[in-house]
């Protein structure tokens, strides 16, 4: 039986979070000891756009988001457009989701339908318990910078959010799964996405004095000007280190239990006698910067490694050849789409660019990259998703959390398209309406100073501005598969008829409804009727 694709989803979650990449002051047990015996976890792994849609719309297709313009939180898959669940399902897979979207374009009624087989809508228990005393208050610095801190918890000391609910669905579509069919099962969380808030006992197994040194904004020279916006209207600036410090540890308990809910669920798996027989893939569809540069939240068209860089672990099933551990190699969130496409034996529906992890699973030491790539931004005549807007699709206003991000996103300038292109040792960042940026993560891994003017890297940016270039133009559109007629019925009809006796028309007529190829009908009309045009 082919496997089941089980794939666990969290958002906005760093690949330093979790402490076998690292970090000593994370907190996951769980998917430490399955990167050293069950799964390869990849320490170079990279979305390809820093904020959801636009990364979820790519790795769910194996398209980069230029291809057809899923760049903002407001242009989702379309009709016509096929991801790896709707393939799946097409071809005998029994896929369910939740529907925590951020995919599917929703206007269209049975739009999500056509992708899942199962599709858990939730909200069936009371809303989760807020922070404590009410949380901060609208206009606070806590307020900008998204700190929420311990939620409060019911009388059995739980806080039960959507993602618990979500969970709970999941593990119960594991139990109930049709015996006949095999299992894709996507669930997308919302931890660690902010607010920064972990109850009860995540939010203190955060040892603080193990935290990462955090990168300051004013140890930087050179970076973009979104960056500027969004500090000047978060607020942040009087934020002290101790606050920033429990903002951090909120985040890292958000992880935990992160860790703690895809324990739960690979334990689901093994109780069902489903777990070797299935690939396993967690990753998150973008970072955060939890501080760091000063900035809560993320940035829609900046490419640190703290927003690009993300988790990303596969278990393959049992009987696949594994080298477990961590890999270094470069890889992007698009070879996921590629990898379970493969071991689910299901070939793409249309063109697409992720490259198969198998060798890399049997052999982490194998580099399959030269490079990865990262985008973001808009045109000057794209209001990105209309959020600041109130009469947009999602829109913001002073009393809400995203406003800084989202006011920031108004000045066209700060908010132009802007490219990564990463190798293991430099970051060229190329914008449209801003300087470069250019990075020696070897002597400058915190990427603190711009170094495009400096002559000693001339030679390497060229270079990398070539690979860039190629790699645009390699990448810039797809080919529909399958061919178009050129012809309808009707205009291969009047290509004929003054060729075909009356007798013979409604012959002829079935052959052009059949396909018949109009050149290869017109030589046979000339040759059994005649070359000049008959009465009619």
Not at 57 to 82: D, I, K, Q
Not at 118 to 137: C, D, Q, R, S
Not at 408 to 433: C, E, P, Y
Not at 437 to 458: C, K, T, V
Request: include cysteine.
């Amino acid at each position: 039986m082919r496997p089941n694709i089980i794939i666990f989803n969290p958002d906005e979650m760093r690949a330093d979070s979790m402490g076998h990449l690292g970090n000593p002051a994370a907190h996951t047990p769980f998917l430490d000891q399955m990167a050293r015996t069950d799964a390869v976890s990849f320490r170079n792994a990279f979305c390809q756009n820093p904020v959801c849609v636009p990364s979820r719309c790519s790795f769910t297709t194996g398209l980069y988001p230029h291809v057809h313009g899923h760049r903002t939180m407001a242009h989702l898959l379309r009709e016509g457009e096929e991801t790896i669940f709707s393939e799946l399902k097409n071809n005998g897979y029994y896929v369910w989701m939740n529907a925590r979207n951020d995919l599917i374009a929703a206007q269209k009624e049975g739009a999500l339908e056509y992708h899942a087989s199962e599709i858990f809508y939730g909200g069936n228990v009371p809303k989760a318990k807020g922070p404590l005393a009410g949380g901060p208050a609208p206009g606070s610095p806590d307020f900008h910078a998204m700190y929420g801190g311990a939620p409060g918890t019911d009388e059995q000391g739980h806080n039960y959010t959507s993602d618990d609910e979500d969970l709970d669905a999941a593990i119960a579509a594991i139990r109930n799964r049709p015996k006949d069919q095999p299992l894709c099962l996507f669930l997308g969380l919302c931890y660690p996405h902010p607010p920064y808030q972990a109850e009860e006992p995540y939010f203190s197994m955060i040892d603080r004095t193990k935290l990462k040194k955090r990168i300051q904004a004013g140890m930087c020279s050179g970076k973009a000007d979104m960056e500027d916006a969004i500090r000047k209207n978060q607020q942040l600036e009087d934020y002290t280190q101790e606050q920033w410090t429990d903002l951090r540890a909120a985040y890292l308990g958000m992880t935990a239990k992160i860790d703690d809910q895809f324990r739960r669920l690979c334990d689901a798996l093994k109780e069902a006698g489903e777990y070797d027989n299935s690939a396993i893939f967690f990753f998150s569809d973008h970072g955060d910067f939890t501080g760091d540069y000063g900035i809560a939240e993320k940035a829609q068209n900046t490419f640190e490694d703290c927003l690009t860089n993300v988790p990303f672990l596969i278990k393959p099933p049992a009987d696949s050849p594994l080298d477990p551990g961590i890999s270094d190699s470069l890889v992007e969130l698009v070879d996921f789409y590629a990898t379970a496409m493969a071991m689910a034996g299901v070939e793409p529906s249309h063109t697409q660019y992720g490259k198969c992890l198998d060798a890399l699973l049997a052999d982490r030491t194998l580099e399959i990259r030269e490079f990865v790539t990262c985008e973001g931004g808009r045109n000057p005549d794209e209001i990105h998703c209309d959020e600041f807007h109130a009469n947009g699709p999602s829109g913001t206003h002073p009393s809400s959390p995203y406003y800084p991000r989202h006011l920031a996103q108004t000045d066209s300038d700060a908010h132009a398209k802007g490219f990564m292109i990463r190798t293991h040792h430099h970051k060229l960042v190329l914008r449209v309406n801003e300087k470069d940026e250019f990075y020696d993560l070897i002597r400058d891994p915190d990427e603190l100073h711009n170094a495009i003017d400096d002559p000693g890297y001339s030679a390497c940016i060229r270079d990398l501005e070539k690979k860039f270039r190629v790699w645009l133009m390699q990448t810039a559109d797809v080919v529909p598969f399958g061919y178009d007629r050129r012809f309808s019925d009707k205009m291969v009809w009047a290509k004929v008829k003054s060729l075909v006796p009356p007798e013979h028309e409604d012959e002829i007529w079935d052959k052009i409804r059949a396909g018949t190829n109009m050149y290869l009908l017109i030589q046979e009309c000339q040759r059994r009727f005649g070359g000049q045009p008959h009465s009619q």
